[in-house]
């Protein structure tokens, strides 16, 4: 890719949904991505072939503008819609500039959701975890893939917070419609500063993939 993401070296399980993603869904299928951000997996998705259908609330997100890196810099970054242009990937993703627990564009049917690191941002708090999955769920045709990787507590204060979850716990939100085909938990680890947490941080990591009984 000639352009890069400001979450680029941020871990993820990414490759494990793709992975799973290759295996059950055509290329071509559409693919939902919550959080889509500056784009950092929504442009390997549309670069693989898929539809992609990204939501994100964040306008700097989408469109760009200055941001706070490490070392004390601010400088411009490129958005969402301005990467998908330069790497002439623009025309297969739809945004939607929206907050995804306000959107009415959800009752659109996908192959496949995913999610990476949105649901515990405090604005989100307001509603319950369940709702959030609910909603990532309803997305999902028979057959689909529901992906999402996400914060797991570390501190007090997030044991506190549901949207701070385990696998196990997010088990309970997938009935018999559902079947769980991988979950996986990091230990603590230390991530470098990045963009949105300019110092040295630690992070616990979850995976859960699941896959939407055909009916
Ligand atoms: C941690 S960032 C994504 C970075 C990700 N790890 C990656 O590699 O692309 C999570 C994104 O989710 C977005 N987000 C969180 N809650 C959202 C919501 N309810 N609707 C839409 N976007 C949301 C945030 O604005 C943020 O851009």
């Not at 500063?193 to 699941?210: I, S, V, Y």
């Amino acid at each position: 890719m000639e352009t890069q993401s400001l979450w680029e070296h941020t871990l993820t399980f990414f490759p494990q949904f793709l992975a799973a993603l290759t295996e059950r869904v055509p290329a071509e299928s559409t693919v939902a991505v919550i959080g889509a951000s500056d784009g950092r997996l929504v442009l390997p998705l549309a670069a693989a072939g898929y539809r992609v259908l990204a939501f994100e609330r964040d306008p700097l997100a989408l469109h760009g503008g200055e941001v706070s890196l490490p070392g004390d810099v601010s400088p411009h970054a490129m958005g969402l819609i301005g990467r998908l242009k330069i790497e002439g990937l623009y025309d297969q993703v739809q945004i939607v500039e929206e907050d995804f627990l306000q959107t009415h564009a959800n009752d659109a049917k996908c192959d496949a959701v995913w999610t990476s690191c949105s649901w515990h941002y405090s604005a989100n708090h307001h509603r319950s975890l369940a709702e959030f999955v609910t909603r990532m769920q309803s997305l999902v045709r028979p057959g689909g893939l529901f992906g999402a990787e996400f914060m797991m507590p570390i501190e007090p204060r997030q044991a506190g917070i549901e949207h701070y979850t385990s696998p196990e716990k997010l088990s309970c939100h997938f009935n018999d419609q559902w079947r769980v085909l991988l979950t996986l938990s990091t230990n603590e680890f230390t991530e470098r500063a990045h963009a949105g947490q300019l110092q040295d941080h630690t992070h616990r990591m979850g995976l859960f993939l699941a896959a939407h009984v055909p009916t």
